[in-house]
């Protein structure tokens, strides 16, 4: 049989599997008849559940909040902890799931005589056949007790509803030790208040990504009287004076103190109807899913959308109190801050915890700043928050502090893409100003992954004085990602985007300067071999160099793959390589060698793992090259941007299932926001960062889709023909002479008309 007809099959299976998990989920949950169509009945949070991480699996929470409830079959790890489907045994429920934190792991458990013995056995299994996952909402059986346990939560607490057996006693077990995801629990402590109320505090010990210790505060409360407390070092029972069928539990974090868990609950969780909680949540995310809105009579490919976009609007989290108190970390000691309110009394914006924002510049920075521009500007105003309080914009903060993780200065784009779309990010010229820090001697370039105590690592002072990253860099190692091909590549790119800044504040000095700088790719360029290329201090080229091995020089790529990553200067690469139609015949063949292998490197999460697939020329599973298919626009062949696009959409980012979904590493949103763009046919190649945006138009998946604007204009996307090539795309009844369109023409909303044939005419 031949390959493509097993992939066939398979995927077939999956999406009949996925079909029927998912009616049995709408069947066996009561929701009001006015809710039947909704949004959130179209999301699949079981996508890619059996390689899933830490921070990626999500069911009862709400967008970007900081409790994101769910079942932990795995414990220890970043990656194959949290919620893995392919594994049998619950082990918790934890509220925490945050990039590089954990926390308040809880088990209801029912017994006959011996409590005690379950303080170090309370695990149990459980059956999908039973259980439902849906956005806001999470229910399984736990067979080993007989206990049906139902989840949601507000933005801030989480919320139980547990169903005990008949005539056994019961209680909660609270894991006071032990590991979470990537952090090791400690110094937990619980005690009781009164009848109905605990309060609790334990803490996440340091990781390499995160450097000090970050405590979690939290307030538990019960409708069912408690008798008693048995603690042990590693879990706390609280047992319950009677025996209880129903039994609800309230849980509010805080990562300031008792008091702020405490209020989070009485702000934001007063009373304890379930279901009122349950319908809120789906409400609230109907409101942020129906602002693309999507006709078409391909189910499939509408729960996958809508998934896809599910992923866009959570997994940065928010780490700030209903009132405004935050962690601050970044310096010596530990301290509360406070977000500044507005007339109302309110917090001004939230403070987050984030991964990195390491490729946003083809995700998240166009998706959101089209559709969600509110969140856009909270997130910069909280990046501005860490530069006020540990002096460096960062780029993907935990436990209230610095992780460095990933490379460069990976928010510099995002915050200047915000800027130039007029979105709110405060002071332009105090966030200029410290934006260029992160660019110059011992700002967060020159910080490789993970390098908390040096500033060497980056290579900044040799790029500023060679104009490239040497590699390896001679200074040893300090640590992760020192690849010098990809780190010059990357500070070239930045700058070119800081540069726009500076042009749009009039500082022609700085304009100058980093425009020069965002040049420094060529200096990487080797016209021998045709790719980007590492070389030593002493400038001389790798030997032996093989484009399409992994990480020879290059952050979790290859050469092959890692040679197109100058969305800003596309012509002057093509240049390089002589000429637009060698670069699209260099280009298009990548592109037809990766289709073979489905344009990516593996299984979801694998990135290099195997070190044969790891060879592939473009890989969509990662970010250093998933912009290749708009470069074709660039090129002077739009008709090969609209093919791969297709294909791209077809082979990595349709799948419906357990076992399959992003191919790759999500990080929090971007696979999802990507996959979003790439159907909507929209992109923007340099992050949206000059003046006016820009946005590359390509091949649109969907007959219509309607986009309701943040200032009020509606949006309308519609394809005419069945073909896979433009033909025209009119916006406005106006034809549009390039497959391009500025953002403030965008932003007046109107309709944008694609025109579709079936043969090119190239």
Known sequence: MKPEKISTIVFTAYVLLSIFILSNCISEFTFNKSDELSLVDQVYPLLDAANSRWIYFASASRPFGMVNLSPDTQLEGDWGSGYIYDTDTIKGFSHIHGWQIGGVSVMPVSFENDAVSLLNDYYSPFDHAEEIAKVGYHKVELKRFNIKAELTSTKRVGFHQYHFPSGQKSGVIFQLSGNLGPSEMKDGKIIKVD??????????????????DFKVFFVIKFDSEIDSIIVSPKSALALFKKSQEVSKMKVGISYTSIENASLNISEELPEW??????????NEWNEWLGRIELKTNDSIQTRRFYTDLWHALQGRRTISDFNGAYPDNTKSEFRIGQIPLNKEGKPKFNHYNSDSFWGAQWTINTLWGLVYPEIY???VQSMMLYYKDGGLVPRGPSGGNYTYVMTGASSTPFIVSAFQKGIEIGDPEEVYEALKKNHMSLGIMAKAGY??????????EHYLKLGFVPYPIPEGKFGFHQDGASLTLE???QDFTLAQMAKALGKVEDYN????????????????????????????WKEPFDPYEYENGFNESNGAQS??????????????????????????????????????????HERGEDPERARIPINYGNQPSMQTAYIFNKLGRPDLTQYWAKEIIEKAFSGLSPDTGYNGDEDQGLMGSLAVLLKLGIFQLNGGTDQNPN???????FDEVNIKLNNGKKLKFIKQGSGRYIDEVKFNNTNLTNLEIRHDELMKGGELVFKMKAETNN
Not at 451 to 460: D, P, Q, V
Not at 695 to 701: D, F, P, S, T
Request: hydrophobic share 30%.
């Open 695 to 701: 946005y590359e138009l390509g091949y649109a998946l």
């Open 563 to 604: 040679t197109w990553f100058v969305g800003h200067d596309i012509k002057g690469l093509a240049e390089l390589m002589g000429g637009e139609a060698k670069a699209t015949e260099k280009l298009n063949g990548q592109f037809e060698v990766a289709a073979k292998r489905g344009f990516t490197s593996g299984n979801s």
């Open 491 to 493: 500070y070239a790119y």
């Open 273 to 282: 109807d379930f279901q009122q909680i349950v319908n809120e949540s789906r």
């Open 513 to 540: 300067y980093f425009m020069q700088r965002s040049l420094n790719y060529k200096n990487v360029y080797d016209d021998e071999s045709g790719w980007i290329r590492p070389k030593d201090i002493d400038g001389k």
């Open 195 to 212: 009848n109905y109320t605990l309060h609790g505090e334990i803490t996440n010990g340091p990781t390499i990504r995160r450097p000090k």
């Open 451 to 460: 390098e908390h105590n040096t500033s060497l690592g980056g290579g900044l």
């Open 377 to 379: 500007s909270e997130f």
